[in-house]
């Protein structure tokens, strides 16, 4: 990719920064996603200007030029590098959840540097497999891949994934799950509106007995990052569904970290469709 080999030639630094010029750039020209993420911000911090939501907007395409950039330098960086590049806090909740023995669901958002996230759970010391979608074009799935597995992180397409996650939990390994993207399946508040969300990782945890943990990766510099690991997420006693109730807790736990870095979250994915379809919102 022309791309991945203009950026792998320049340091972090230089990386970062053109990220967040192409990121600005995608910003001025893509009205379709510009304008989803100016609507889905209005519904989540109404009490904000018009002008707080669209420098936020602005900053969250800038953000996710700098993570492009940065995943495509995944190879030339060691774990060792990673280390020294992060800083933590709540680390010993995950710790505490592997000693169980069966495994740990780490719920993250589509926020901050997910991916460098997964990198260094397993710098660490720790087996990680990650959930996730292929890519609709073949050539960059493999692509995507390769870079992901650098890291030495398994990876378990979202397709029939109940099995492959079940069978990593049993050898109490780290499943990685980004449960924040629009779904049918039950809808539950998140920023204060209903939005419909996947019962998978309530429905796993039930079944495994392995504890959700969440976990948000904030980028804090160029190649450099603070890790923050959350207590395990219970269910909320206000639904009767302990399913429901799981899901429920889980938006609430995400949008608590997101919250710290609007910025750094992935606001023009349409999170509210399914709502909206239902009339909801």
């Known amino acids: 990719m022309r791309l991945q080999r203009w950026v792998l030639k320049k340091n972090p630094e230089q990386a970062d920064e053109a990220g967040k010029r192409i990121g600005r750039f995608v910003f001025r020209f893509d009205r379709k996603h510009r304008n989803r993420a100016l609507s889905n911000l209005a519904m989540a911090f109404p009490e904000k200007t018009e002008d707080e939501r669209h420098s936020i907007a602005c900053?969250?395409?800038?953000?996710?030029?700098?993570?492009?950039?940065?995943?495509?330098?995944?190879?030339?960086?060691?774990?060792?590098?990673?280390?020294?590049?992060?800083?933590?806090?709540?680390?010993?909740?995950?710790?505490?959840?592997?000693?169980?023995?069966?495994?740990?669901?780490?719920?993250?958002?589509?926020?901050?540097?997910?991916?460098?996230?997964?990198?260094?759970?397993?710098?660490?010391?720790?087996?990680?497999?990650?959930v996730a979608r292929d890519a609709n074009d073949s050539d960059l799935n493999r692509q995507v891949q390769v870079l992901r597995e650098s890291g030495g992180m398994e990876v378990i397409s979202r397709g029939n994934a109940a099995r492959p996650i079940l069978h990593s939990l049993r050898k109490n390994k780290v499943v990685a799950i980004l449960p924040d993207q629009n779904s049918d399946?039950?809808?539950?508040?998140?920023?204060?509106?209903?939005?419909?969300?996947?019962?998978?990782?309530?429905?796993?945890?039930?079944?495994?007995?392995?504890?959700?943990?969440?976990?948000?990766?904030?980028?804090?510099?160029?190649?450099?990052?603070?890790?923050?690991?959350?207590?395990?997420?219970?269910?909320?006693?206000?639904?009767?569904?302990?399913?429901?109730?799981?899901?429920?807790?889980?938006?609430?736990?995400?949008?608590?970290?997101?919250?710290?870095?609007?910025?750094?979250?992935?606001?023009?994915?349409?999170?509210?469709?399914?709502?909206?379809?239902?009339?909801l919102l």
């Open 59 to 130: 900053a969250n395409f800038e953000h996710f030029g700098r993570i492009a950039a940065d995943f495509m330098r995944s190879t030339l960086r060691t774990q060792d590098d990673l280390l020294r590049n992060s800083t933590s806090e709540g680390y010993e909740h995950l710790k505490q959840a592997l000693e169980l023995g069966k495994g740990v669901l780490l719920i993250t958002p589509h926020f901050g540097n997910w991916e460098r996230g997964g990198h260094w759970v397993i710098a660490m010391g720790n087996p990680m497999c990650v």
């Open 185 to 279: 399946e039950t809808f539950v508040p998140f920023f204060g509106k209903p939005a419909g969300t996947t019962q998978g990782p309530a429905v796993l945890h039930l079944r495994s007995g392995a504890p959700m943990i969440p976990a948000f990766c904030v980028v804090t510099g160029p190649g450099k990052l603070h890790m923050v690991v959350g207590s395990p997420i219970e269910a909320d006693p206000a639904y009767q569904d302990p399913v429901v109730g799981l899901t429920a807790e889980m938006n609430r736990r995400l949008e608590e970290g997101i919250r710290t870095h609007p910025e750094q979250y992935l606001w023009f994915h349409d999170r509210w469709k399914a709502s909206r379809q239902k009339g």
